[in-house]
């Protein structure tokens, strides 16, 4: 199958159907198919923006896998390292796939024209339109100049940068210096990371297979950000923990992998938890895992620790998954907000007297962190700030009232919130 044809039925079910790329990238899409979807809605305001200076009027809705093809094609000319006319030449035989034959024409001229108009088109493209200018809704953008007057352009230019590829060193097998010099030895060259004492930070991505050990469980993959949920826990030998929403598990195996704790992994996703074994198997770890709402849950024993990973506006991870831009509304943020004031509630009670929780998100946003965590613990007379304090530093790292708030860097780590909560005896 010509490439562009599968690219343009994800890009079009991203736009139409409100679908995220993660459950449309299947093992059929080639990693050159998957960069293009990725580009192009990394990109999508701008290539959006010159689009509409190359057509005479707007495509109808019922031809959105057309303009999807156009978009990519448009990426493929500014950012893939071959002859631009092989992306022309791809896109116009994508338009038979389509059964759109009759668009050939169209497809080709719109494409030659922006070949020989290029400088002349984008000129002033961005002039008093922020979401081209920063390739971001007009929404978020806000959002964000109000949270972080100082840091939101930092933000958005991270957020158009392609992530790192991140591990975390299992310890209880060896040592992150040891695993440094084993990729050394496999001629892949990396650094260790700032913030986690177990991260590594790859140079350049390599499929997971290539990496030494990782069958056998020595390493996993996991951004740095992600990683510092196990330490804040301050875990010890013996602890009931709860890892709350718990799916795909990369915290509830680091978790085991830092103490030995009875940990009860919970997540409402069946399509998510199954990944959750998995992992535990790869690393031979083990955990009692539910599948049901936290809501649901049921325990009269209570937890030492709880972890609440909260669902969240993924506005700390847009790098990673640029289509976040395409489908999160700015209403989503009050009504998750609500979301995670119920769980929050939900793990305190789970709580032993005594305990701690530790809150997170992957968002940016003060509303669904600071904000939220502010008003719990106003509203609950047995909760109390505990300190937040993280090993390393980091110019991105921003403390706030009751947590700490990492903004997204470009090569270092994603967005991401934390607090910790304890509960009076």
Not at 31 to 38: K, N, R, S, W
Not at 332 to 359: C, M, S, T, W
Request: glycine share 6%; with cysteine.
């Amino acid at each position: 199958m010509n490439e562009y044809i599968k690219v343009s039925r994800i890009v079009r079910s991203v736009l139409s159907d409100a679908r995220h790329l993660d459950e449309l990238i299947d093992a059929e899409t080639t990693p050159l198919a998957q960069q293009i979807c990725y580009g192009v809605c990394r990109h999508y305001y701008y290539l959006t923006a010159v689009l509409g200076r190359l057509l005479d009027k707007p495509l109808p809705a019922k031809h959105q896998d057309l303009q999807a093809l156009l978009l990519a094609a448009l990426y493929s000319v500014d950012h893939l390292k071959r002859p631009a006319h092989a992306s022309v030449n791809a896109a116009v035989s994508a338009a038979a796939g389509l059964k759109k034959g009759w668009a050939k024409g169209l497809i080709n001229g719109v494409l030659r024209r922006y070949l020989r108009e290029r400088e002349t088109l984008v000129s002033n493209l961005a002039d008093d339109n922020p979401e081209v200018q920063f390739n971001h809704p007009a929404w978020l953008i806000d959002e964000l100049r109000i949270a972080w007057p100082d840091h939101w352009q930092s933000i958005l230019t991270a957020n158009l940068q392609q992530a790192p590829m991140t591990l975390r060193v299992n310890r209880k097998r060896l040592a992150r210096d040891d695993y440094l010099e084993r990729l050394a030895s496999a001629d892949m060259r990396a650094a260790a990371g700032e913030l986690s004492e177990d991260s590594i930070i790859l140079e350049s991505a390599t499929a997971v297979a290539r990496l030494p050990g990782f069958a056998e469980g020595s390493v996993s993959v996991q951004d740095e950000a992600a990683q510092l949920a196990a330490g804040l826990l301050h875990l010890s030998r013996g602890q009931r923990v709860l890892d709350a929403c718990a799916a795909p598990g990369g915290k509830s195996c680091h978790i085991l992998e830092v103490a030995e704790v009875n940990l009860v992994a919970v997540d409402r996703d069946r399509k998510r938890i199954g990944r959750i074994q998995e992992n535990l198997e790869r690393l031979s770890l083990t955990a009692d895992i539910r599948d049901l709402a936290l809501e649901d849950l049921v325990d009269a024993e209570g937890f030492d620790r709880v972890l609440l990973d909260a669902p969240c506006s993924a506005t700390g991870i847009i790098r990673r998954h640029p289509d976040i831009k395409l489908l999160r509304q700015k209403s989503d943020i009050a009504k998750l907000a609500d979301i995670q004031r119920a769980l929050l509630h939900k793990a305190f009670d789970l709580l032993k007297p005594g305990g701690e929780l530790v809150y997170a998100t992957c968002s940016v946003l003060p509303t669904e962190n600071e904000s939220l965590i502010s008003a719990f613990l106003d509203d609950c007379e047995h909760a109390f700030s505990l300190p937040t304090t993280l090993p390393g530093v980091s110019d991105s790292l921003i403390k706030t009232s009751h947590g700490v708030q990492l903004l997204p860097t470009p090569a270092g780590h994603d967005g991401f919130f934390y607090a910790r909560i304890g509960k009076a005896s």
